[in-house]
């Protein structure tokens, strides 16, 4: 974790410590989230994800895959919180001159992740309620929940994936003249930031290959990140 920024002469172990523990746990979320993920087939992945709710795809995915929906949601929101521990460690060791800079970025990256924990801890307590009203409900109901399906969301991914990314790139850049770190590690965070943004742009301006694309290099590259950032 240290090793992501450059940091004061003589600084805190302990903190250092911790914000590695927070990693190796985001890591391992992520590769549960990676798993589930992969579990389902092609057409129902994308609708893992809190935007692509409330229509009848996602209610018959849902219908189909119950368990993997839920622990996804559950795992995702719980990564969340976990990265917000990891960039306070982080914002905790940077030196005096940068800290203007990466706290702004690290509020802006805990606002997002924020979103991001509310949206999946919203889709884990109330998508079932919808699809049970769906199922249960007449024609009329149908229709009506459908129709105002759109009232459902208030994220889509724009804050919760866009805010985060400038953080992981402005950290990753940041430790490109280290030399303790491996580029490897430097570049995936890079990769990381880029596919996050990928994920928020795609939202915005209605591209889906360029959302289906990074929401997958975000899936592969967030394990990666975590655990190589521990070891």
Avoid at 6 to 30: K, M, N, P, Q, Y
Wanted: proline share 3%; charged share 10%.
């Amino acid at each position: 974790m240290t090793e992501m920024i450059e940091v004061e002469d003589g600084f805190t172990e302990g903190l250092a410590r911790r914000g590695s523990i927070f990693c190796l746990l985001f890591g391992v979320g992520g590769v549960i989230s990676s798993i589930c993920y992969l579990l389902l087939d092609k057409s129902s992945r994308y609708l893992l994800l809190p935007e692509n709710f409330y229509s009848i795809e996602s209610i018959n995915a849902y219908l189909s895959h119950p368990i993997i929906f839920t622990t996804f949601w559950c795992v995702n929101a719980i990564n969340a919180l976990l990265i917000i521990g990891i960039v306070v460690a982080y914002y905790s060791l940077v030196r005096h001159r940068n800290r203007v800079l990466v706290g702004w970025l690290s509020v802006m990256a805990i606002i997002g992740l924020a979103f991001l924990a509310l949206s999946n801890i919203h889709a884990m307590m109330y998508f079932p309620q919808f699809v049970d009203v769906y199922q249960n409900g007449n024609e009329i109901t149908k229709e009506g929940l459908l129709l105002f399906r759109q009232g459902f969301h208030f994220d889509y991914g724009i804050f919760s994936y866009g805010l985060p990314s400038f953080w992981f790139m402005v950290a990753s850049i940041m430790a490109l003249d280290n030399r303790l770190i491996p580029k490897g590690l430097v570049m995936v965070g890079v990769l990381i930031g880029a596919s996050l943004l990928g994920v928020s742009f795609g939202a915005i301006f209605d591209l889906p290959l360029v959302l289906k694309v990074s929401k997958v290099l975000v899936m592969i590259s967030f394990p990666i990140w975590g655990l190589w950032e521990f070891i």
